[in-house]
């Protein structure tokens, strides 16, 4: 069982990237539903019956994850951190279009949301409307190709070019282990969110946003303190109403705020990061320290370890989240040397971890990523293990109860 | 290695130095793309910066000062600062992208058996 619907996956693409050629275009989306009509006749018409109705009746072989965060906050380090954990690195599609956004490893396809614009740069200009604004998005069409994904048919994706701000002939995206949609929107449409099997949420506080956003731009000819503050001032209304009210359907959301422990310090290079873990979700089991549904606050730093200044704290505890129960796991400081990771990984539990020393082992691994001495890169971290072992019990579901499977 | 690193040495002077030599000879035909030619001139040295986006980034901002300078509140404003995030965006992805981009590492992903990308304990 467990082979047949990675047979089945590539007999279906073979015939969909037959199909595809006639049915290139993107301009509208009901192209792609002739596409999918079309790609289901031919693998019947193919032979391999049985192992193709398994496919299309709805017995999806494809995690979806959804990421959401503003533009510039951290979504692409985070992806580069958890296609790691799936080992083998994510890279854009061989001899494709080399402004292509998505990312492709031996489990995980990364798709950019920014794909599925409808307005491009010029039309958003021309409307006064922002890539934030739900009207330069195809909702439909996200929906449609989404969807077709998880049931284990390719797709023809349009690309969003960010350089020339044009859509581009669109790519061929074959069905992964793993999808991941980050963007903007992964949250947003009901119809969408319901496909996601896991959805993250990088809620990155003012203050650090700024701070990140100066480090980013000030090299930049033309840039200047105004310019980056009256960039983020003007995004902001449209960013309240349509990206930050997708964090309450968030199974983990990690808030990055200043740090406490250094008295009116806004500099925003020490951070206190929170990851918080939706109870209840299926297949995932929040991290704890110490004691599960305890309320705990802990600095590693004294006798046993030796912290540089401003030193690292700790809490954990329960609490609610738009009306949710959460666990919420919280780091404020940063490491400065080896034994303080290692020391603290030893201390929390639940980890999903496949042997001890594994998420020192990663964030080592990608010293050099943003975020490597702080909770942001610990939480990534821990959340990418979470995410793969989510992964493996839903396969696993799958090929203990193959029956119930094939009859849904 | 030695040969992709000396093609990129190379390119750039032979764009450099196309147009101004036979275009400029040839203004009597009647073909438009030599009129492309002068154009391509003023542009003048390629930047470091990929593609142009750091052009594309200060032009951005200089049109968004513009455009909020009638109104602030417009739609058109706030879009014009929404494009200076995103290429603001798309210029740090590229840098890092040339920070990673290693000739010889990329030629030795596709052809890790060849001599050049062998690597030997001891």
Known sequence: ?????????????????????????????HNHLVFYRTSKRTSKRGGSSSCVITCSAGDSQTVVIGLAADSGCGKSTFMRRLTSVFGGAAEPPKGGNPDSNTLISDMTTVICL??????????????????????????????????????????????????????????????PKILVIEGLHPMFDERVRDLLDFSIYLDISNEVKFAWKIQRDMAERG?????????????????????????????AVIEVLPTQLIPDDNEGKVLRVRLIMKEGVEHFSPVYLFDEGSTISWIPCGRKLTCSYPGIKFSYGPDTYFGHEVSVLEMDGQFDRLDELIYIESHLSNLSTKFYGEVTQQMLKHADFPGSNNGTGLFQTIVGLKIRDLYEQITASKTAAPLQATKA | MATLSSVNLVTPRTIANGPDVPTLKVPCLNRPWTRVSPMKLRVGPVRAAPDGISEKVEKSIKEAQEMCSDDPASGECVAAWDEVEELSAAASHARDKKKDDDPLENYCKDNPETDECRTYDN
């Open chain 1, 1 to 29: 069982m467990a082979v047949c619907p990675v047979y089945t996956t590539q007999s279906l693409n073979s015939t969909c990237s037959i199909s595809t050629p006639s049915k290139t275009h993107f301009s509208s989306h």
């Open chain 1, 114 to 175: 920014d794909d599925y614009h409808s307005l491009d740069r010029t039309g958003r200009k021309e409307k006064g409307v922002t890539a934030l604004d739900p009207r330069a998005n195809d909702f439909d069409l996200m929906y449609e190709q989404v969807k077709a994904l998880k049931s284990g048919i390719a797709v023809d994706k349009p690309i969003y070019n960010h350089v020339s701000g044009l859509l581009d002939p669109p790519e061929l995206i074959k069905p």
């Open chain 1, 223 to 251: 840039h200047s303190l105004e310019s980056i503050k009256a960039s983020i001032e003007a995004r902001k209304p449209d960013f309240d109403a349509f990206i930050d009210p997708q964090k309450q359907y968030a199974d």
